[in-house]
């Protein structure tokens, strides 16, 4: 219905059953990015306007009986009534990335789902144990999440908040610590996405926490649709397993493009600070279609960090990820950036303190800027810059400090017109080594010291 306000006050607590009868009859729903019939949500709302859930309440949705059922299930068992059912109203649909999900007739419903719906809002109420995704706008428009606290422990696919295929998603001051991504943003999966065509678009994300998590912000790998005009800022991420993560593969096709990245602080990351990874399943090389998707005009800024590794920058050998900035980055990594496909890439005001290796790995990349690059733990069995097969490279304003050993280094055959400008190397023991397959490295030096 539309025109509705749950309002959940200060004190009170919602709990739902965890009785899976309760949730029929199936309804039209999706799960990860496809369309299905399958248990209600716990808040469900299909083709409404002006819907609010508010309060400084608590909803409780139980969980953990629909996370053991997924976890435990042999094929072959006995099946329910509502399995029956499930594969009934499913039979010809296919998850291409999981075909067993369908096979046990049973899919976990979002807590709060809201499917083709304006305006909606969702602001102050803390949200626990959710059975599957915690927060699911499905093809909404004008939706405000505010000030919601989000608490699901340690279990499977138990997502904060997943908006697919929205327009004009704020989501702001929000606590997060759940089972998987922490905010996922999504358009769909492969060419039933790309036939709909719906992008998510126009989402603003800023004053949120983000603890326990695979990923803070993540898009994708359901982007099939489009995603593009995001802001994610002043944010902090504490303990989750990622910071950003953007991810695709093969066969989704979409275009990921204008998301900006600033004021973020990142702490005990375990893995990767920033990843774009478009081979998230690893696939052959395939001509260019409409499978094929692209990442491109995405921008980092004023981002510091205690993390295990500082980026992994990934594209395909078919399709390179292009238009990628950092500016006023700090980073303390066990190792550094890790770049590799890609294709006008930009670093200004960039530093990284690794415990090994280089401070920035590049490969296959062309039209490369470096500009004022520095680490102060330099190692002397690696250089700080290390670069393979790299074209087109402006590397200016660098100095080096005390006890490194070499600056930059140049390897690959592919490595060409190298230029270098005001920059210092007498701190270096080697400023720049050229290894003997980078023969035509170099074609143009201003005003360097120490080479």
């Known amino acids: 219905k539309s025109n509705i306000t749950i309002f959940i006050d200060a004190g009170a607590e919602l709990h739902f059953s965890d009785n899976f009868d309760d949730y029929l009859p199936m309804v039209e729903s999706r799960y990860e990015g496809v369309d299905v019939k399958s248990f209600s949500p716990l808040f469900y709302a299909y083709k409404a306007e002006n819907i609010s859930i508010m309060g400084r309440g608590l909803i409780d949705g139980h969980g953990k009986k629909w996370w053991d059922f997924v ?26 990335d999981d075909p067993k999900q369908m096979k046990r007739g049973f899919l976990r419903p979002p807590f709060i789902q809201t499917m ?37 422990p340690h279990s499977p696919n138990t997502d904060g908040i997943n908006p697919e295929s929205c327009k004009n998603v704020h989501i702001s001051d929000c606590h997060i610590s759940v089972g998987d991504d922490c905010i996922t943003i999504k358009s769909g999966k492969d060419e039933p996405g ?36 995001i802001t994610i800022s002043n944010c902090v991420f504490d303990g989750t397993d990622r910071g950003i993560r953007i991810k695709t593969a093969r066969g989704r096709g979409g275009v990921v493009e204008e998301i900006r990245v600033s004021n973020i602080i990142m702490k005990d990351i375990k893995q990767q600070a ?130 490194t050993g070499t600056y930059l280094r140049l390897s690959g055959a592919g490595t060409k017109n190298i230029s270098l400008g005001n920059n210092n190397f007498r701190n270096a023991r080697v400023g720049v080594r050229k290894e003997k397959d980078a023969f035509e490295a170099i074609d143009y030096v201003s005003g360097d010291k120490g080479q």
């Open 71 to 96: 976890e435990g299930y042999k094929e072959g068992q006995a099946r329910s009534k509502w399995q029956y059912e499930f594969d009934k109203l499913n039979k010809d649909i296919l998850l291409p």
């Open 194 to 229: 790309r036939r709909m065509a719906i992008p998510a678009e126009n989402y603003v994300i800023t004053n949120c926490t983000m603890l326990s998590g695979h990923g803070g912000v993540v898009i994708g790998s359901e982007m099939s649709g489009d995603v593009r005009k």
């Open 116 to 152: 083709f719906c304006k305006n909606v809002l969702i602001e102050g109420i803390t949200i626990q144990n959710s059975p599957f995704w915690t927060v699911n706008p499905e093809f909404c428009e004008n939706v405000k999440i505010h000030a919601v606290t989000i608490n699901n």
């Open 274 to 403: 920033i990843v774009l990874d478009m081979q998230y399943a690893k696939t052959n090389v395939e001509p260019v279609s409409d499978r094929t998707p692209k990442f491109r005009n995405i921008h980092f800024s004023n981002i510091t960090g205690q993390v295990n590794q500082a980026a992994y920058l990934n594209g395909l050998e078919e399709m390179p990820i292009e238009n990628i900035t950092f500016n006023d980055i700090n980073m303390d990594a066990k190792t550094g950036f890790d770049i590799s496909f890609s294709n006008k890439i930009e670093f200004h005001n960039v530093q990284v303190n690794t415990e090994i290796g280089a401070s920035l790995k590049v490969s296959r990349v062309n039209n490369l800027v470096i500009n004022n690059l520095k680490t102060y733990t330099p190692h002397n069995d690696a250089a700080v810059v290390d670069l393979k097969n790299v074209s087109n490279l402006f590397l200016y304003n660098s100095f080096p400090v005390a006890g």
